[in-house]
Nanobody, 120 residues
Framework: VQLQASGGGLVQPGDSLRLSCVAS????????MGWFRQAPGKEREFVSA????????YYADSVKGRFTISRDAVKNTVYLQMNSLKPEDTAVYYC??????????????WGQGTQVTVSS
């Protein structure tokens, strides 16, 4: 499966962004879809995931209540709605796909990253 993420940008604290990830080659119905992020000088962080069925989501404590992951099997696309953005959300965000359990912080397929910068 190939993954193409988009939607990043430069925003101010408190703003919102929606990241999109279009999959090709395989249906996302077969995969757990997720988002990881990595900020400069920091370890990669497992941000969010959604089961292949769409029933069941995971969020890191750092984004819980602010981010929402969703999927559209018809469009073969997964989304990450990010609200109330904070400077500490600044990172490169990567869309991922795998067959792992919901809470496993590892993955198999990576898309190219999309930069999110939150700054006043």
């Amino acid at each position: 499966v190939q993954l193409q993420a988009s939607g990043g940008g430069l925003v101010q604290p408190g703003d919102s962004l929606r990241l999109s990830c279009v999959a090709s080659g395989r249906s996302i119905r077969n995969y757990r879809m997720g988002w990881f992020r990595q900020a400069p000088g920091k370890e990669r962080e497992f941000v969010s995931a959604i089961r292949s069925t769409g029933a069941g989501t995971y969020y890191a404590d750092s984004v819980k209540g602010r981010f929402t992951i969703s999927r559209d099997a018809v469009k073969n696309t997964v989304y990450l709605q990010m609200n109330s953005l904070k400077p500490e959300d600044t990172a490169v965000y990567y869309c991922t796909a795998d067959h792992r359990l919901l809470y496993i912080p590892e993955t198999d397929y990576w898309g190219q990253g999309t930069q999110v910068t939150v700054s006043s």
